[in-house]
């Protein structure tokens, strides 16, 4: 039954505000500028022989196991931007996921650059602000990425109605899978099948698409 009373969140302030006679502010980069903690997080990206010509943002973590796209599949990914745009992937997220985060440096060879647990939160805005795309679980750095205007693929359970946290902004391509045993409400799911049915190559073919 919630799946059919579910409203959007970031789109429901909006409503609030348009309710009581003001207009929304609208695909705006709001957030504020802090040249210090952009040399700060770039520093951190060369010390580790990166670049910001090419720079993508990988967040391969979240709150729960149920939300994370396999580490497998995102080391994939990195390693067809490192191949096809010479990129320079910087992979985000807390301290917590510095686990997922060095998996997929691994996978990369040691060229993908891990910075979990080592941004704040204006950090990992001037992070985004320089990068090219961004590839991302449903998490809070989506909605920055979104605001942003970054490209970004955001990836997607279907344990809850995904239009509950469809992330706002022009530049961004949501994707979920439908499957028997969607809105199960399980939080702490072992092995989301609807995590599993997103290929690689979808999520290359939604980021391409979002650069050209």
Request: with cysteine; glycine share 6%; net charge negative.
């Amino acid at each position: 039954v919630q799946l059919h009373f579910v409203k959007n969140e970031p789109r429901r302030s909006r409503e609030v505000l348009i309710n009581i006679g003001l207009v929304p502010i609208a695909n705006e980069d709001l957030f504020s500028h802090d040249n210090a903690a952009k040399e700060s997080v770039l520093k951190k990206v060369m010390e580790r022989g990166g670049n910001t010509s090419a720079l993508f943002v990988i967040n391969p973590g979240a709150k729960f196991r149920a939300k994370c796209w396999p580490t497998k599949r995102f080391g994939e990914v990195a390693n067809y931007m490192i191949s096809k745009y010479d990129a320079c992937v910087v992979l985000t997220g807390t301290s917590d996921e510095r686990n997922i985060a060095e998996e997929i440096v691994g996978k990369t060879n040691g060229k993908a650059i891990d910075l979990a647990g080592e941004t704040t939160i204006q950090e990992l805005v001037e992070l985004l602000r320089t990068a090219v795309g961004c590839i991302t679980n449903d998490t809070g750095t989506m909605h920055i990425a979104a605001m942003l205007g970054v490209p970004t693929v955001a990836l997607f359970s279907t344990r809850h109605s995904p239009t509950h946290w469809l992330p706002l902004g022009e530049k961004i391509t949501s994707l979920f899978s439908i499957v028997d045993c969607i809105y199960c409400y399980d939080d702490h799911c072992e092995g989301p099948i609807c995590l599993e049915k997103i290929k690689v190559d979808d999520v290359i073919s939604s980021l391409n698409q979002l650069l050209y």
